[in-house]
């Protein structure tokens, strides 16, 4: 007959400790950082970047602008915004004499 090994307190607090670090090191190694394009931008970064107001920046994202709300903030991905800028979906937009540097860019 084998003998019975019944584990203690410390042995539960190590055996979790070292399921956790293992479950993390999973998904630190399957989930790579994301590269400089795949970042979020927030929406001063995206009307810095574009260079126009907050308020155009509303306006926009009210007719088409791609962006993903999270926890009741608003964000950008920077590829899919000047995707969207070259395919001149911003027709009806228009482009002053202030703003001329984004139809330049993305003819």
Do not use: C
Request: proline share 5%; charged share 35%.
């Amino acid at each position: 007959m084998e003998p019975i090994y019944i584990p203690n307190e410390q042995d539960f607090r190590r055996w979790i400790k070292e399921a956790i670090t293992e479950a993390l090191q999973d998904l630190k190694n399957n989930n790579p950082a994301p590269t400089e394009d795949e970042v979020l931008l927030n929406r001063k970064e995206v009307a810095k970047l574009l260079r126009i107001s907050l308020v155009t920046l509303t306006d926009w994202v009210k007719i088409g602008l791609p962006s993903h709300k999270h926890r009741g903030r608003i964000y950008f991905d920077k590829n899919e915004v000047l995707a969207y800028i070259k395919e001149e979906k911003l027709k009806n937009v228009n482009f002053t004499s202030r703003l001329h540097h984004l139809k330049k860019e993305f003819k």
